[in-house]
């Protein structure tokens, strides 16, 4: 009789991995990148990225509802190829890297948003303002094995955001009519995740 029990206690142990609903994936730095876009002086672009975002993912290739996505940006990582300029945007006038060096997006629901399409609702703190955002999600890929042997995600998010919501109001107007910088940040995040373990 209890050598019955002990059999039906580790049949039990043995099946919770496979019950187990997701897995923990990390960010590949290396091929995961952020890009923003902005309207300057309403005639064209300025577009730039973060060089540094790190993060987890919880995947559930069974149940995409039952992921998640905690992601971490470097502000200081700010990149528009204009020194001068991100000098200026790292400063008080817009993100205050001394106070807020981060930019953090923490999932709050994810769902099928179609045939290969996601929708990912979460909250997004940007200089210490927290608004809830929903990305766009074009993926997941299928997973594949890369050279190394290590199973590989991919997918592309994308939103768009008043920057004023979270604090970033610096702006000055022209004498022609209109700002220097427009209040819409479109954000695009080619992401690549990488199986832990």
């Known amino acids: 009789m209890r050598r019955i029990a002990v059999m039906a206690i580790t049949a039990f142990v043995l099946a919770l991995p496979a019950a187990a609903p997701a897995g923990t994936w990390k960010l590949d730095s290396a091929h995961t990148g952020v890009q923003f876009k902005v309207r300057h002086l309403m005639v064209s672009y300025v577009r730039g990225d973060f060089e540094k975002v790190s993060g987890k993912i919880v995947y559930d290739e069974q149940d995409v509802s039952k992921s998640s996505a905690d992601i971490t940006i470097d502000v200081a990582s700010i990149n528009t190829r204009v020194a001068k300029r991100d000098k200026h945007l790292r400063s008080p006038d817009f993100l205050d890297v ?18 290969g ?18 990305l766009e999600v074009e993926g997941p890929t299928p997973p594949i ?5 290590k199973t590989r995600v991919g997918g592309v998010a ?40």
């Open 158 to 197: 994308s939103t768009r955001i008043n920057r004023k919501d979270f604090g970033l109001t610096w702006n000055k107007a022209l004498e022609t009519g209109g700002v220097v910088v427009g209040d819409e940040v479109e954000i695009t995040i080619d992401i690549e995740i990488l199986k832990e373990g």
């Open 98 to 115: 001394a106070k807020h060096p981060s930019i953090t997006f923490k999932s709050k629901k994810v769902e099928k948003a179609g045939n």
């Open 145 to 149: 094995k890369d050279l190394q042997g």
């Open 117 to 134: 399409k996601l929708k990912m609702t979460g909250d997004l703190t940007i200089r210490g303002a927290t608004r809830e955002v929903v």
